[in-house]
C-alpha cells in the first residue's frame, strides 16, 4: 500500500470518528505533504535584500520522511494549521536562515539529530488528532482531538518549572525546530499537546493557538503586564493576528483599549466590536523614524503621544507593543507615569531606537516577552474553550497555497488569522455543535463578520449577515 492511500484511509478514519483502537492498528505513512524550506535556497535568497525576496521562490510543498518518535512524543494528524509571522521570516531567511537554528539543536545528538537536514518543515501552530504516542506519554492518546502550542522545551531543565521562556532549552516549534505544523503530520512534545475546544472548526482552533496564548502572557499573566479592571491599554496592529486576540483579552478583562490600525476599514470593524477608541495611524499621517531611518522623529512621536494622553485622560497603563523598531519611542511616550510597554516579536525591525529619559523620568517599565509557557497556554485555550475568547480567522487557504498565503501576511493585507487547511475539509471539526449553537454562530464569528472578511463555517453553511458588538463575559480573571 502506498503512502497517498494510507493518508486517505487515515483520514476517511478520523472524518468517520473510528474509536481509538482502530486508530491505533492503523498504518501511518512512512512520508508526508509538508511546507518547507530548502537549505539550497538560502544562498541565493539572502544574496538579495530582504524586500527583494520571493516567498514563491523559497516555500515549498513536497513530500518528505516521517520522522521516528522520542518517547515523549506524539505524531498528530494535522487537520489544520495557520500563518504567523515567524513563518514569513523563515521563509525568506530572515533576520537568519532557519536551518542555524536546527544544526544547533541537531548538534545535540540523540533524538535531536532528527531535527537537522537540507528541509525545514514550517508551522507553530496546528489542530488535529493524535495517531502516535511515544512509551513516556500518559495524559494524551492515540484518538484524541487537539490544538497543539508551540512551546518546545525539555522538561528535565530545572528553569522549565519556574518559566519555560526563561529556559535556554526553549525553542519556538516549527520555527527554531523541525517538523512543525504546516504539513499533514506534525512531530510534538506531548507538552505541546491541549483540548480541543469541540464547538471550533479545525481552522478556527488552528488560529487561536500561538497568537492568543502570546497576547495572554504580554496582557494578562504575571509574567506581563497583569492587566487590571480599568487599565488603559494601547493596543498596535489591532485588527492583525496577535492584535486581534490583545482587543478580546482586553475587552474581557474590563480594560478600555485604545487601538491603532492603518485604515478607516479596520477602525470601522473595532468599533463594532465594542471599542471605542481607535487612532488610524495612516490617516492622522504618522511616521516616527527620519527619512533616513536612523533615528526618531521627535515631533512625530510627540504628536502622537498627546493624542493617545487625549484619549486615555493622561496617558495609557500598558501598551501592547510588538511592531518594534517603527514604534516603540511612540509606544513609551504614550505611557502614563509608572506604565509598562510590553513587547513581543520586533517585526519592523530589532534595533529599536528610544529616548530613555522619557523611559527614565517617567518610570515607564519595558518588558520583554516571548510567546508563552505551558501555564499559559493552557489558560488561554481554556478562554476559547470556555467561549470567552474566539477565533479571529478571516481565511483559510489549502496547504498547495500555503506561499501565497505567507506572502498575504507579510504584505499586511490580511485582518486575524489566516488559517490553512491541512488533512481537514474546510469547516469540519465541531464535535460539540450545541455549545457552539448556546455561544451563538454571530459571536464565534464576530471578529470575522466585523472586519467582512469570508471564511468556511460548519457545514458551509452562511452566518447571519450581523455584525454584533463583541460581548464577552467579565469572567477571565476566575481562571488566572
Same mark, same amino acid.
Given at each position: 500500500m ?5 493518508t @486517505?484511509?487515515?483520514?476517511?478514519a478520523?472524518e ?5 483502537s ?27 535584500p530582504e ?10 510543498v513536497?513530500?518528505?520522511?516521517t520522522?521516528?518518535?522520542a ?7 494535522v487537520?489544520?494549521?495557520s ?5 514569513v521570516w ?9 536551518f ?8 545535540e545528538?540523540g ?9 525545514h518543515v514550517?508551522g ?13 506519554v ?6 484524541d482531538?487537539v490544538?497543539?502550542?508551540g512551546?518546545?522545551v525539555d ?5 522549565t ?5 526563561r529556559?535556554?532549552t526553549?525553542? @519556538? ?22 483540548p480541543?475546544?469541540a ?14 496564548a502570546?497576547a495572554y ?26 492584535g486581534?486576540?490583545?482587543?478580546q483579552?482586553a ?6 483599549p485604545?487601538?491603532?490600525v492603518?485604515?478607516?476599514? =479596520? ?8 471599542v471605542?477608541?481607535v487612532?488610524? =495611524?495612516?490617516?492622522?499621517?504618522y511616521?516616527f523614524?527620519?527619512?533616513d ?8 512621536v510627540?504628536?502622537?503621544a ?7 485622560g ?8 510588538h ?27 530589532y ?18 516577552s516571548h510567546f508563552a509557557?505551558?501555564?499559559?497556554n493552557? =489558560?488561554?485555550n ?13 481565511a483559510? =487557504?489549502p496547504?498547495d497555497?500555503?506561499?501565497? @498565503? ?45 472586519v467582512g472578511r ?5 457545514g458551509?453553511?452562511s452566518?447571519p ?14 481562571i488566572?
Amino acid at each position: 500500500m502506498n503512502d497517498d492511500r494510507r493518508t @486517505a484511509l487515515l483520514v476517511a478514519a478520523i472524518e468517520d470518528g473510528a474509536p481509538a483502537s482502530e486508530l491505533a492498528r492503523m498504518s501511518l505513512p512512512s512520508t508526508y505533504r509538508a511546507a518547507v524550506t530548502k537549505r539550497s535556497d538560502v544562498a541565493a535568497a539572502t544574496a538579495l535584500p530582504e524586500e527583494e525576496r520571493s516567498v514563491a521562490d523559497t516555500l515549498h510543498v513536497e513530500s518528505v520522511p516521517t520522522p521516528a518518535l522520542a518517547p515523549d512524543e506524539a505524531l498528530v494528524a494535522v487537520m489544520a494549521s495557520s500563518i504567523n509571522y515567524n513563518t514569513v521570516w523563515s521563509s525568506i531567511f530572515a533576520p537568519v536562515p532557519t536551518f542555524a537554528f536546527l544544526d544547533r539543536l541537531a548538534a545535540e545528538g540523540g533524538w535531536a539529530a532528527r531535527h537537522g537536514g537540507d528541509r525545514h518543515v514550517l508551522g507553530s501552530d496546528a489542530a488535529g488528532v493524535v495517531v502516535a504516542v511515544g512509551s513516556n506519554v500518559a495524559r494524551f492518546a492515540v484518538g484524541d482531538h487537539v490544538a497543539v502550542h508551540g512551546n518546545w522545551v525539555d522538561g528535565e531543565d530545572p528553569a522549565t518549572y519556574a518559566d519555560a521562556m526563561r529556559s535556554p532549552t526553549q525553542r @519556538a516549534w516549527g520555527f527554531e525546530t523541525n517538523f512543525g505544523g504546516l504539513a499533514d503530520l506534525a512531530l510534538v512534545k506531548a507538552s505541546q499537546l491541549l483540548p480541543k475546544p469541540a464547538h471550533l472548526t479545525w481552522e478556527e482552533t488552528a488560529s487561536t493557538t500561538l497568537c492568543n496564548a502570546t497576547a495572554y502572557r504580554m496582557l494578562i499573566s504575571p509574567n506581563g503586564a497583569n492587566l487590571r479592571l480599568g487599565d488603559r491599554v494601547l493596543i498596535w496592529g489591532a485588527t492583525g493576528g496577535i492584535g486581534s486576540f490583545a482587543v478580546q483579552q482586553a475587552l474581557a478583562t474590563g480594560a478600555e483599549p485604545i487601538c491603532v490600525v492603518s485604515s478607516p476599514a =479596520r477602525a470601522a470593524a473595532l468599533r463594532r466590536l465594542g471599542v471605542r477608541r481607535v487612532i488610524d =495611524r495612516r490617516a492622522e499621517g504618522y511616521r516616527f523614524l527620519t527619512d533616513d531611518g536612523t533615528g526618531v522623529d521627535r515631533a512625530e512621536v510627540d504628536r502622537f503621544a498627546a493624542r493617545v494622553h487625549e484619549l486615555a485622560g493622561g496617558g495609557v497603563d500598558v501598551v501592547f507593543e510588538h511592531p518594534g523598531r517603527e514604534t516603540i519611542a511612540a509606544s513609551i511616550a504614550s505611557c502614563r507615569p509608572g506604565g509598562a510597554v510590553v513587547t513581543c516579536a520586533a517585526t519592523t525591525g530589532y534595533a529599536m531606537p528610544m529616548d530613555a529619559g522619557v523611559a527614565t523620568t517617567s518610570s515607564v517599565r519595558i518588558i520583554g516577552s516571548h510567546f508563552a509557557n505551558y501555564h499559559e497556554n493552557a =489558560r488561554a485555550n481554556d478562554l476559547v474553550r470556555r467561549g470567552l475568547v474566539h477565533p479571529t480567522m478571516t481565511a483559510s =487557504r489549502p496547504l498547495d497555497e500555503v506561499a501565497s @498565503a505567507t506572502q498575504l501576511v507579510r504584505d499586511g493585507r490580511h485582518d486575524g488569522k489566516v488559517a490553512i487547511t491541512c488533512l481537514g475539509a474546510p469547516g469540519t471539526g465541531v464535535t460539540d455543535p450545541w455549545r457552539r449553537a448556546e455561544l451563538g454562530e454571530d459571536r464565534i464569528s464576530a471578529f470575522r463578520l466585523a472586519v467582512g472578511r469570508s471564511a468556511p463555517t460548519p457545514g458551509a453553511q452562511s452566518p447571519p449577515e450581523t455584525s454584533s458588538t463583541l460581548a464577552l463575559p467579565a469572567e477571565i480573571h476566575g481562571i488566572i
